[in-house]
């Protein structure tokens, strides 16, 4: 069955600290990983998107990670913000659909 | 740059009442889907549209139908709304790359909808 679990389910840290966010999957066929990021009341937006032959993918202070013989991918956030406030989605494509993760929720307090 | 827009932002129905779900793109993007977003649970696909003129049912199509009324809009519509539809909708929409696959998603602010 094509699953994505990710862990953990939430997560508190404090400004400035940094964090790693973890996603398995079980899709199969693979066809690529995203990572979305959603704030509270709004829809996700897309961070990264990585395709089976890409290890490391940066966004900024985001660096995604993906090791395809495992099926994991972890996303780490560096020297994080209050604004980083948010669930974190990861989505896994097969050849004809998208599975989704239920998400990490980050809290960053001052 | 608008994107995605949804409306309406917030919805409360009676069980029974029916109502659509707007969604509009000035991206020029080919496909557009519709999500709902249940409390511990992935976004999960009701129905999508890989292009102009075409609809294709997804993972919970059951209680909703869609319109592809133009390159640029895709509706959702509940015919007879349930509790078990109160839920968070989304839209999106998104190019196919030359391999077939969906590109990037690109999402709407939310529908946010209670049937009681």
């Known amino acids: 069955k094509n699953q994505v679990e990710q862990s953990p389910q939430s997560l508190i840290i404090l400004e400035g600290k940094n964090c790693t966010l973890q996603c398995n999957y079980t899709v199969s066929p693979f066809s690529n990983l995203r990572w979305y990021k959603q704030d509270t009341g709004r829809g996700p937006v897309s961070l990264t998107i990585m395709t089976f032959s890409e290890n490391t993918k940066s966004n900024g202070r985001y660096t995604a990670t993906l090791d395809a013989d495992t099926k994991q991918s972890s996303l780490h956030i560096t020297a994080s913000q209050l604004s980083d406030s948010a669930s974190y989605i990861c989505v896994v494509s097969n050849t004809d659909k998208l599975i989704f993760g239920t998400g990490t929720r980050l809290q960053v307090f001052p | 740059n608008a994107g995605v827009t949804q409306t309406p932002k917030f919805q409360v129905l009676k069980t029974g009442q029916s109502m659509t779900l707007q969604c509009a793109q000035d991206m020029n993007h080919n496909s557009m889907y519709w999500y709902r977003q249940d409390p511990g649970m992935g976004l999960r696909l009701i129905y999508y549209?890989?292009?102009?003129?075409?609809?294709d049912k997804g993972e919970v199509p059951n209680g909703y139908n869609v319109s592809r009324l133009n390159k640029r809009e895709f509706s959702l519509r509940l015919e007879s709304a349930a509790p078990s539809q109160t839920s968070v909708y989304f839209c999106a929409s998104s190019e196919i790359e030359a391999s077939g696959r969906s590109g990037e998603l690109f999402f709407g602010e939310g529908s946010r909808l209670t049937v009681l």
């Open positions: 549209s890989a292009s102009e003129g075409t609809t």
